[in-house]
């Protein structure tokens, strides 16, 4: 019997893990990645492996289906990835104020291990607020102070938890951090979409301070709690492309003031139908000397054709796509009697994911 794509890379994979995983770092020019040993160039081809089918947060379900979870992961290697993005929620992580949650810190440990053994590199994005049930009361109270203070300490466990695994790729310290205007915001989460809370303020009033003072004193005090523990692996922070959304401006997180501490620029580009060049031509602010990553994609506002399009034209200034993988593949979404129209594009995307991934290993 002919072994099905799936079994020859579990086979391949016990066999590579015979030798360790190269850390990933920025090579010395500072403009892309390399492997630490080798400094041989790495280029990320990823997923976001944020929540499954039913809409569930990986934090919810880890423990008691983390078998689910091993499956998850042989079938993200098989599409061809070398990286997941996992979206760690601050509610699951801490207990109190000053508390870490030792269940779910186990747990990460067990992920970083799973990770090792696919060999697949992790993008740990933190401080998650997607699902407001798992947000505390005590938390959601808290000013900004006191909350900046519980973030600190969250990064700080999980960076003691991380520190000496090489399948750590990066810690993203929040997902879409956005700051108000001029007047005081009352909430501190914005933009439900599905349920879930992706956006999330650093602070509900400048107090007079600029929106740069702001990001650049939150991004130092997370980076000094990361680096008490784990001063090699990279940080970013995965932002919304205003500079796309909004038809032009400058990025605040990769302004020279606010990410002269991050390691490299993680922005998430939904191209539109029909406007490729356009994304393509508001990427190029995030073009900053820094290895840059698109960290999140998908055909949500395109076809599948012009996503493949809008990543072959930018490679030669990007260096990695992270896309979505929600536990469903190709094959079983095909196999359904009457698919949606969302499982029929996530399917068709799927399979050109996989068959981009030859042209990214060859350009490694």
Avoid at 36 to 56: C, K, L, M, Q, T
Avoid at 266 to 274: D, E, I, T
Wanted: glycine share 6%; proline share 5%; aromatic share 10%.
């Amino acid at each position: 019997m002919t072994p099905n794509i799936l079994t020859v890379v579990l086979l391949m994979t016990s066999v590579a893990t015979v030798e360790p995983l190269e850390h990933i770092r920025v090579s010395d020019d500072g403009t892309h990645f390399v492997h630490g040993a080798s400094a041989e160039r790495f280029i990320v081809w990823g997923v976001n492996y944020d929540h499954d089918g039913p809409g569930r947060l990986l934090d919810e379900y880890w423990i008691d289906e983390w078998e689910t979870v091993v499956r998850d992961f042989r079938e993200i290697k098989a599409l061809g990835a070398n990286c997941v993005r996992v979206h760690l929620q601050v509610g699951q992580f801490m207990d109190a104020p000053n508390k870490p949650n030792a269940a779910a810190l186990k747990q990460l440990a067990q992920l970083v291990k799973l990770a090792e053994e696919t060999r697949l590199y992790l993008d740990v994005t933190g401080l998650a607020c997607y699902h407001t049930k798992n947000i505390p009361a005590w938390y959601d109270k808290l000013g900004e102070p006191d909350r900046w203070a519980v973030q600190a300490t969250f990064w700080e466990a999980v960076a003691d938890t991380c520190q000496d695994s090489p399948a750590i790729l990066c810690y993203d310290l929040m997902n879409e951090p956005i700051l108000p205007g001029k007047e005081p915001a009352t909430e501190w989460l914005t933009g439900e979409l599905g349920g879930k809370y992706f956006v999330q303020r650093l602070t509900l009033d400048l107090q007079g301070r600029t929106r740069e003072q702001v990001a650049e004193a939150w991004v130092n005090t997370m980076v000094d709690a990361i680096r008490k523990h784990d001063k090699r692996h990279m940080i970013t922070v995965g932002v919304i492309p205003w500079v796309f959304a909004l038809g032009g401006g400058q990025p605040l997180f990769y302004s020279p003031s606010v990410g002269k501490r991050l390691d490299f620029v993680a922005v998430h580009f939904y191209p539109q139908k029909g406007e490729v060049e356009k994304a393509l031509k508001a990427l190029k602010a995030y073009e900053i000397g820094k290895p840059l990553v698109i960290e999140e994609m998908f055909p949500l506002k395109c076809g599948v054709d012009e996503l493949a399009a809008f990543i072959s034209q930018s490679a030669d200034h990007v260096d990695g796509w992270i896309s979505f993988y929600w536990g469903t593949t190709a094959e079983e979404l095909n196999a359904k009697d009457n698919p949606t129209i969302g499982e029929a594009i996530t399917a068709s995307w799927l399979n050109r994911f996989r068959e981009m991934s030859e042209a990214i290993r060859a350009d490694q």
